[in-house]
């Protein structure tokens, strides 16, 4: 039988008005904003239905706010009957994967990337760090390019997104002459990131160090449906194995090929990406043209969900 997995978003999916609609028809989706309210001591519900865009965008909003907007979606699915075999999160989505497959409480989770976005946030001064994307990579010679952009600085991959999708992090010095010598080597763009730190390189140290503390305070559960880590691409099924992968995945690039193709492995042939936007639904079918997936952020995708899980 035809297995079902869960992917959910990690930042950049971000958008004004997200998860409004969810909320305004699902009593299940209106819950989870209240308790996201509740837990940060603010109205995170009305930053994500109204903006502005611009406090939107701060890490510290956007992760717990595409958090929300990703539990209230899975409440939902989980209320219409449909149950993953499977979950993976990209990043901080990883986090929306672990709430759904009952290892950590909501509540706990949403204080936790707020933390988290801070914590990144606060680990580089601004403008120092940097990311970039880089299609069509050349991907037997990135590990050269990488080591010759360097030059004493830190630049690495950060995240594996698709075989013809890399992102790289570190200093913006260093990102700059990596991004040159990838176009020289054949890539076919490589495009500078919008985004305020250089996540998933060892820059974030600082921020893994801070984090530690809030991990370790939290209860992790075993998981109801095994997870898809970031970090290994492997399977986890243990609350402490969720734990110490969230710890590690702060400085360590996110194996999104890998942990797909872990699943395509394992007999998944459904994919819904559940939050906002379809991102992941992209990446899908640069990894695997043939896997079916559809997306649920708003009411307006249940037809087309339907239609794959039905």
């Given amino acids: 039988m035809s297995k079902i997995a869960f992917l ?25 904003f209240e308790q996201a309210d509740s837990a940060l001591g603010f109205p995170l ?25 990703s539990a209230a979606a899975f409440a ?3 209320e219409l009957g449909y149950r993953p075999d499977f979950v993976a999160g990209h990043s901080l989505g990883e986090y929306s994967a672990l709430v759904a497959a009952g290892s950590l409480r909501f509540e706990d989770a949403v ?13 580089v001064p601004a403008g120092v760090g940097a990311m970039a994307a880089w299609l069509m990579p050349p991907l037997d010679q990135v590990d050269r390019i990488l080591a010759e952009a360097a030059e004493g600085e830190v630049v690495s ?8 999708q890399l992102v790289i992090a570190g200093h913006a010095g260093a990102v700059a002459r990596a991004n040159d010598l ?18 998933h390189c060892s820059l974030m140290e600082p921020a893994q160090q801070r984090l530690k503390a809030d991990l370790d305070a ?20 243990s609350g402490a194995a969720a734990r110490e992968g969230l710890y590690r995945q702060v ?16 007999g998944v042939t459904r994919f819904v990406e559940v939050g906002q936007g379809a991102v992941l639904c992209g990446l899908l079918k640069q990894i695997d043209p043939g896997a079916r997936s559809a997306k649920f952020g708003d009411p307006a995708d249940l037809e087309k969900l339907r239609e794959l899980l039905d």
């Fill in 76 to 78: 939902v699915l989980n």
């Fill in 8 to 32: 959910f978003p990690g930042q950049g999916s971000q958008a004004a008005g997200m998860g409004q609609a969810l909320a305004t028809q699902f009593p299940a989706a209106r819950a989870i």
């Fill in 45 to 69: 519900s009305t930053l994500c239905f109204e903006g502005p865009d611009d406090q939107l965008k701060l890490t510290e909003n956007t992760q717990p706010a595409l958090l929300t907007v």
């Fill in 182 to 199: 990838a176009k020289a080597a054949g890539a076919k763009r490589a495009v500078p990131l919008p985004v305020s730190a250089p996540f």
């Fill in 157 to 164: 991959a950060a995240n594996f997104n698709s075989p013809t």
């Fill in 218 to 237: 939290a209860p992790f559960a075993g998981l109801g449906c095994p997870l898809v880590n970031n970090v290994d691409a492997a399977l986890v099924t």
């Fill in 251 to 266: 400085p360590s690039p996110v194996r999104w090929t890998d942990s797909i193709r872990l699943l395509l492995d394992q």
């Fill in 111 to 123: 204080r936790i990337v707020r933390n988290r976005g801070r914590y990144m946030q606060e680990a």
